[in-house]
Nanobody, 123 residues
Framework: VQLQASGGGLVQTGDSLRLSCLSP????????MGWFRQAPGKEREFVAA????????VYSDSVKGRFTISRDNAKSTVYLQMNSPKPEDTAVYYC?????????????????WGQGTLVTVSS
């Protein structure tokens, strides 16, 4: 099962960017979805997650208040709106499907992963 992440690119501090992730409906319609990222030389870390209905969200402290996760189940797509990005947000961003219906921060709760999309933020 392959999730398709897109929307990455080069942005400047203060710009906005929206990432999208298309997932097969059979793997995500009743499952929470999440975004993770991996910066060069660092381990992959949690960014945000949303429950299967889209009513519950959880964020890492580093992006809370700047990023917004949302989903459109009719389109089998989850989004990550990145407002006021900072250079430290530069990373490859991965979307993933949880084995649970509620969102969590644990990578082990996520079964299917996308290929990643690179976001580079310049100052």
């Amino acid at each position: 099962v392959q999730l398709q992440a897109s929307g990455g690119g080069l942005v400047q501090t203060g710009d906005s960017l929206r990432l999208s992730c298309l997932s097969p409906k059979r793997t995500s319609s009743n499952n929470a979805m999440g975004w993770f990222r991996q910066a060069p030389g660092k381990e992959r870390e949690f960014v945000a997650a949303i429950d299967w209905r889209g009513g519950g969200t959880v964020y890492s402290d580093s992006v809370k208040g700047r990023f917004t996760i949302s989903r459109d189940n009719a389109k089998s797509t989850v989004y990550l709106q990145m407002n006021s990005p900072k250079p430290e947000d530069t990373a490859v961003y991965y979307c993933a499907t949880s084995i649970y219906s509620y969102g969590s921060k644990r990578q082990g709760d996520f079964r299917y992963w996308g290929q990643g999309t690179l976001v580079t933020v310049s100052s």
